[in-house]
């Protein structure tokens, strides 16, 4: 992997010191195993070109969560997608992944020990707030769909090995003159309680957000590291409570902060 980022620059969530790791946030990891950690920067501290290049060690597999592709297509490829602009699920496997251009959309990484591979295991999603939350049909697609996803990981993982985080989404305010600035907020707050109760009840622990939403217009891009559970995401702007993880029950006191 390449470290042509400015390091001093970016910052490092649950960084790896042991010291600065909030243990409130990996208590349900066990044996070693370590949680996800986030290096989250905007394009110009990256400083990236090529993208995989940049994140993933040479020679390792790697494929795109492509929220924009053909339904049929994804479905072709073995990802969980009920129709186009709705959400899109991985396969559970041990390749490095990525997603571009998370607007108003949230995502879920979850990561375990293979039992049989010997080797981590993860996925990735790609879903609007807007479609699952609008019907309650969609937000049943949704959960069937994440669950299996989530149980096929916690029946193929070694015990105290998961880990599972949240990130992505828009929370505008009234002063940034956006239209439906309180429909953000409210389809912010749904997706991260209905995602974090169907983590909680599958996995058996609370799942970090590991980056808050976005307060201005602009999108995230994120890079996953299997082999290393890192994470890199890239958006327009940091360093400020945006950036800061917290556990879904303490986000109502989160967005307080933004």
Do not use: W
Request: with cysteine; charged share 35%.
């Amino acid at each position: 992997m390449k470290n042509s980022f400015e390091n001093k620059k970016i910052e490092d969530v649950r960084v790896e010191s042991a010291e600065n790791v909030n243990k409130k946030y990996e208590k349900h990891l066990e044996n070693g195993f370590r949680p996800i950690m986030a290096c989250v920067g905007t394009p110009d501290q990256f400083k990236v070109s090529t993208p995989k290049e940049e994140y993933f060690d040479e020679g390792e597999k790697d494929y795109e969560i492509n929220y924009y592709e053909k339904h049929e297509r994804l479905v072709f490829d073995d990802f969980k997608n009920p129709e186009e602009s709705s959400y899109v699920i991985s396969p559970v496997d041990q390749y490095n992944k990525y997603s571009v251009n998370f607007a108003n959309c949230t995502g879920v990484i979850g990561i375990g020990y293979d039992k049989n591979l010997g080797k981590n295991i993860s996925f990735m999603s790609h879903e609007d707030p807007d479609y699952f939350l609008k019907k309650r049909k969609n937000t049943n697609l949704l959960l069937k769909d994440l669950g299996e996803t989530l149980s096929e990981l916690r029946d193929r993982s070694e015990n105290g090995s998961i880990d599972a985080i949240i990130f992505g989404g828009n929370f505008f305010h009234k002063k940034d003159s956006i239209e439906d600035y309180k429909e953000y907020q409210k389809n912010y707050i749904e997706s991260i309680k209905l995602l974090a109760r169907e983590i909680e009840d599958i996995l058996g622990f609370e799942p970090i957000v590991i980056i808050g939403p976005k307060t201005t217009y602009g999108l995230d891009n994120v890079y996953f590291d299997n082999k290393n559970r890192r994470l890199f995401i890239s958006r327009p702007e940091v360093g400020d409570a945006t950036t800061e993880s917290f556990l879904p029950s303490e986000l109502e006191e989160h967005i307080k902060k933004l």
